[in-house]
C-alpha cells in the first residue's frame, strides 16, 4: 500500500547541507540559552543569599556582602550578555543561509530571546522591590 497523497521532496546535497547548519546554528543557540539562563538563576541565588545573610546573619561583615552583590550583579549581567551575543549571532547565521531556504523562519527563536530577557526585567524588577 503506497500512499501517494504524500508529497516527496527531493533534495540535493547542497541543500540538505544548509539544513543540517541551520538545525546545527539553532541547537547552539538553545545551548547558549540554557547557559544565560543557568548564569542568570545563579546570580539571582547569589543576591538571595546576601539578602539573607544581611537580614539574619549579624556578624557576617559587610564587606563579605557587598562582594556578594557585586559577584550576583557580574553574573546577571554576563548571562544577559551571552544571550544577546547568541541571539546575534544566531540571526546572523539564520540571514546569511536561511534566506537560501525558503522555509527556514527565526521567529521561534527570536521567542525564545524575548522570553528569557522578559523574565530577567521582571526578576531584577522583583529583586529590587524586596529590599
Given at each position: 500500500?503506497t500512499d501517494?497523497?504524500?508529497?516527496?521532496?527531493?533534495?540535493?546535497?547542497?541543500?540538505?547541507?544548509?539544513?543540517?547548519?541551520?538545525?546545527?546554528?539553532?541547537?547552539t543557540?538553545l545551548?547558549w540559552?540554557?547557559?544565560?539562563?543557568?548564569?542568570?538563576?545563579?546570580g539571582?541565588?547569589?543576591?538571595?543569599?546576601?539578602?539573607?545573610?544581611?537580614?539574619?546573619?549579624?556578624?557576617?561583615?559587610?564587606?563579605?556582602?557587598?562582594?556578594?552583590?557585586w559577584?550576583?550583579?557580574?553574573t546577571?549581567?554576563?548571562?544577559?550578555v551571552?544571550?544577546v551575543?547568541?541571539?546575534?549571532?544566531?540571526?546572523?547565521?539564520?540571514?546569511?543561509i536561511?534566506?537560501?531556504?525558503?522555509?527556514?523562519?527565526?521567529y521561534?527563536?527570536?521567542?525564545?530571546?524575548?522570553t528569557?530577557?522578559?523574565?530577567?526585567?521582571?526578576?531584577?524588577?522583583?529583586?529590587?522591590?524586596?529590599?
Open positions: 500500500m501517494e497523497s504524500k508529497e516527496h521532496i527531493h533534495l540535493d546535497n547542497n541543500q540538505l547541507a544548509k539544513i543540517r547548519t541551520l538545525l546545527a546554528n539553532e541547537r543557540f545551548a540559552c540554557r547557559t544565560s539562563l543557568g548564569l542568570l538563576g545563579f539571582f541565588l547569589i543576591e538571595k543569599v546576601g539578602l539573607y545573610m544581611k537580614k539574619f546573619l549579624t556578624d557576617v561583615p559587610v564587606s563579605v556582602i557587598e562582594d556578594m552583590t559577584l550576583s550583579l557580574f546577571l549581567s554576563s548571562g544577559m551571552i544571550l551575543g547568541a541571539a546575534v549571532r544566531f540571526f546572523y547565521f539564520e540571514r546569511k536561511g534566506s537560501k531556504i525558503k522555509w527556514a523562519t527565526p521561534p527563536e527570536l521567542l525564545v530571546t524575548l528569557v530577557g522578559l523574565i530577567f526585567i521582571i526578576s531584577a524588577l522583583a529583586s529590587k522591590m524586596m529590599l
